[in-house]
């Protein structure tokens, strides 16, 4: 079976400051795409970033960037200059031959002034 | 155009109650995911509809959960004979085709069973 791991339930940074999110994963498979969601208060969830196993080169989007460890199966998630509507729970996924995605408990960022 | 729509926003219920939950996916998309978030955790899936094929309802917990999708669109998730431990916020993803695409989730339905 697929587990993901978010070790940090809670995290806090402050404005304009750098935090990263960690994530590991379990898998047999060789080819899979891993994410990360933003779940704000308003509970929709928003994909932030996602990353194809295949590739090597770490996914980069504006603000965010993952660290991904195929060896080490970690996936860790970079912000940069934080802003305060980062706050939010962050999810990350985690998606192979099977249908769903299957998710992390979450981390619980806040972003303070 | 408008993205995944879930109705209601909230509902509050008695246990032993049958509640109906609705998702209006985005128009086009052949796959349409039902997942559950209980207090303090992660998403689990619940079940998957691809285009006309059977739907994938390995996930659903027990046989009081149920769901169909109307012609390819509109679908409701079911849930019979409540208990308290079917409170939960239901989440509704559509994605556009393909096992890897992104799926875009709707806002929710909170389900409080009393």
């Known amino acids: 079976a697929q587990t993901v791991t978010q070790s940090q339930p809670e995290m806090s940074v402050q404005e304009a400051e750098t935090v990263t999110l960690s994530c590991t994963y379990d898998t047999s498979e060789n080819n899979y795409y891993l994410f990360w969601y933003k779940q704000p208060p308003s509970r929709q969830m928003i994909l932030v970033i996602r990353q194809e196993a295949y590739k090597q080169q770490n996914a980069t989007e504006n603000r965010f960037s993952v660290n991904f460890q195929k060896a080490a199966k970690s996936f860790s998630l970079k912000i940069s200059d934080s802003q305060l509507g980062d706050t939010a729970m962050y999810f990350c996924a985690f998606a192979n031959s099977g249908y769903a995605l299957n998710f992390g408990k979450g981390t619980s960022l806040l972003v303070t002034p | 155009g408008a993205g995944v729509s879930q109705s209601p926003s909230n509902k509050v219920t008695e246990k032993g109650k049958d509640v109906e939950l609705r998702c209006d996916p985005i128009s086009g998309h052949t796959a349409l995911y039902w997942y559950r978030q209980s207090l303090g955790q992660g998403l689990e899936f619940l079940i998957y509809?691809?285009?006309?094929?059977?739907?994938?309802k390995s996930g659903l917990p027990s046989d009081r959960f149920s769901a169909e999708r109307t012609g390819g669109s509109v679908s409701t998730l079911t849930i019979q004979r409540t208990q308290q431990e079917d409170s939960a916020v239901y989440l509704c993803a559509s994605v556009p085709g393909g096992l890897y695409n992104e799926q875009f989730f709707g806002p929710g339905t909170r389900l409080t069973v009393l």
């Open positions: 509809f691809q285009g006309n094929s059977a739907p994938d």
